[in-house]
């Protein structure tokens, strides 16, 4: 009835909520993992991660799913007008592990709710690790991608474009030449209802420091998921931290952790 609560049991430390196409929302549970014991390992875990899913509608929660070694974020394929054979499949970042989870979201699947890779790495080896905490993730309707850029600012110098699909991975390098990102940040896509051309842009924020001159320059990359062409913007003095459009897709909004926006 109203004003009554209704609480759900979760993993353990559930941090961030992601609500996904079929408007089920998706809780990454990020440990601590240790049950007691003092356990083996650089993180010392004992026990998985997980990801929880409710049912909004029946108010019922789903068993935990493992994942990798949180943090974790999530994003979700799904078809859309221009790549109508995508999947629904959930990804979800392990900042820990330098992998990515994958799951089946799709309710007509006999696989739903279950891992099709539990650890994928990012660059489809399953031998090799990246190393650089992927973190931030995007979907774009417009390719039908998913978009992970490595997190870890001493060693950051990929973004990782993966298909839905087959889970093929291709990567757009850091750097200053054609189609290269100066600073790979965390990734907003920005979205226009009702247009078939939804998600085509991804933004990317980050900031360079000169220790040097103690100067800092912010950049935001505009990366088109259908060309595969790239516009930056420099910034001089600001950090960009948040992104914010309209909702025509026409002007965007961006904060500043130095307090100008």
Not at 20 to 28: A, C, L, R, S, T
Not at 65 to 90: C, M, N, Q, W, Y
Not at 206 to 230: F, M, P, Q, R, W
Request: with cysteine; charged share 20%; glycine share 10%.
């Amino acid at each position: 009835g109203r004003g009554q609560n209704h609480a759900m049991a979760m993993g353990v430390r559930p941090i961030h909520l992601f609500v996904d196409p079929d408007d089920k929302v998706w809780v990454g549970n990020d440990g601590p993992r240790t049950s007691g014991a003092v356990c083996p390992g650089v993180h010392g875990d004992c026990l998985p991660d997980t990801v929880s899913v409710i049912d909004k509608g029946a108010g019922t929660a789903h068993p935990p799913i493992e994942t990798g070694s949180g943090h974790h974020l999530v994003a979700f394929s799904r078809p859309s007008p221009l790549k109508e054979d995508t999947p629904k499949r959930a990804f979800i970042t392990n900042l820990h592990d330098d992998t990515l989870s994958v799951i089946d979201n799709d309710p007509a699947s006999p696989t739903y709710l279950q891992g099709i890779l539990k650890d994928a790495l990012l660059n489809g080896q399953a031998s090799l690790k990246l190393g650089a905490d992927p973190h931030g993730i995007a979907f774009s309707p417009a390719s039908g991608k998913i978009y992970v850029p490595d997190a870890d600012p001493a060693t950051a110098d990929a973004l990782w474009v993966i298909d839905p699909n087959d889970l093929a991975v291709t990567k757009i390098s850091k750097g200053s030449g054609t189609n290269e990102i100066p600073v790979v940040g965390s990734p907003v896509v920005r979205h226009v209802h009702d247009d078939p051309t939804d998600g085509q842009f991804i933004y990317l924020m980050g900031s360079l420091k000169d220790t040097i001159a103690n100067t800092t320059t912010g950049y935001i990359t505009v990366l088109d998921t259908l060309t595969g062409s790239v516009k930056v913007t420099t910034l001089s003095g600001i950090v960009p931290s948040r992104i914010a459009f309209t909702p025509n897709g026409k002007k965007a909004y961006v904060g500043s952790s130095r307090g100008t926006a």
